[in-house]
């Protein structure tokens, strides 16, 4: 703290930066001042040799090339730069008491060329198998990076160190491979301050068992008593299929069935070649199959055995249902409108008589009639 209370009393104040520099490439060194009141810059190397004394070159060294000088600036030029020339540069203003900033060169020095290699180059699915990727004589140590297709995965890095702070940096990549990683590039990818982009890669050759699919030649509908059959066999594996077999399945194979190559011909079907024939596939990794049911119809046959569509029963039931809820409701209205309504003839005229012993004399039949009493129900 007390050297910046200096530098602000004296009213000058000396600046530099550090520099990074590719070995072989040029490292530009600055040396600046803010308010110099004339005193003398010069620039020495981390020997403490004088580089430059104002625009003097004392060092004979032709690499060091003035860029720029002034009073508040002395640029200074290094080509060509090694190794040796890392270390701490220091300006210089002769003040009372002199100041110095000091500025740090860092030479960085790029990997080779990746080196890829794999313990097999041909991998069956199901397998694992181990790439290595080597970034040899950087400075500082590389990383590395994995990619397969644009899956990132992670490798085991080991750091070897050398000389003058040199690296030489291994990753090994361990993955379990599928039929689906055939022809997929697995990536290394180099980080380092000196280059960009710097990678190798590898295309995976997986094999893997076939994939067998049985496909019906003919005929397209139903297979009918009377009829011919036709079917294909296609496998495709890698290496590709060196044999493909037929067979019936816990049963023998009809006499008169004709076998070319990967084809399966019957003729004259009737419903004793009834079962399920298998189409075997095989080759270095593995085998495979797939089967095919074969059942005969009668020769009227017009169509596939019908399905019971449960959706569609479910929806007559929940129609019919419903009609019969709406029938049951105007039912229910009706009887509701029309319930429980009667009337008799007792005591007819009895609204037209003076009084009560009249109303009684005048009723139809009186209680004599009783017999003839008649009740209407709606």
């Not at 199901?126 to 970034?135: F, L, M, R, S, V």
């Not at 397969?148 to 040199?166: F, I, S």
């Not at 005929?219 to 493909?244: D, M, V, Y």
């Amino acid at each position: 703290m007390g050297f910046v209370l200096l530098l602000l009393s004296q009213g000058q104040n000396l600046v530099t930066n550090n520099v990074s520099v590719v070995e072989g490439e040029t490292a530009i060194i600055s040396c600046r001042v803010k308010n110099n009141d004339d005193s003398v810059i010069q620039l020495l190397n981390p020997n403490r040799q004088t580089i430059y004394f104002r625009d003097v070159r004392p060092l004979k060294d032709s690499r060091f090339q003035l860029v720029n000088f002034s009073d508040n600036e002395l640029l200074v030029s290094l080509s060509n730069v090694s190794l040796s020339d890392e270390g701490r540069y220091v300006c210089q203003l002769y003040t009372d008491p002199p100041q110095e900033a000091y500025a740090d060169i860092t030479v960085l020095v790029p990997p080779g060329n990746p080196i890829l290699e794999s313990r097999e180059e041909i991998v069956s699915e199901g397998n694992e198998t181990e790439i290595t990727c080597t970034a040899m004589g950087s400075k500082p140590a590389s990383t590395i990076k994995w990619m397969k297709g644009d899956q990132p995965l992670q490798g085991e890095a080991t750091v070897e160190e050398l000389y003058d702070r040199m690296f030489t940096v291994t990753s090994r990549l361990r993955l379990t491979v599928s039929k689906e990683d055939d022809g997929v590039a697995v990536i290394c990818i180099i980080d380092h301050p000196a280059v960009k982009d710097f990678q190798a890669q590898k295309y995976l050759e997986v094999q893997y068992k076939p994939e067998v699919q049985i496909v019906v030649e003919f005929p397209e509908g139903l297979t009918r008593e009377g009829e011919n059959l036709e079917l294909t066999c296609k496998a495709k594996g890698k290496p590709q299929p060196h044999q493909i077999n037929w067979l019936k399945v816990d049963d023998d194979f009809p006499s008169h069935a004709v076998i070319t190559g990967s084809d399966l011909f019957i003729e004259n079907l009737n419903k004793s070649y009834n079962g399920t024939y298998r189409c075997v596939a095989s080759n270095l990794v593995g085998e495979a199959y797939d089967d095919y049911i074969l059942y005969v119809y009668d020769s009227r046959a017009d169509g596939a055995p019908q399905k019971i569509d449960h959706a569609v029963i479910g929806g007559i039931v929940a129609v019919v249902v419903f009609a019969m809820l709406c029938l049951l409701i105007v039912l229910g209205r009706y009887f509701a409108r029309h319930k429980g309504t009667y009337f008799t003839h007792e005591a007819k005229g009895a609204d037209d008589a003076a009084d009560a012993d009249t109303a009684i004399i005048n009723a139809e039949g009186g209680h004599n009639n009783s017999d003839d009493k008649k009740e209407y129900y709606i």
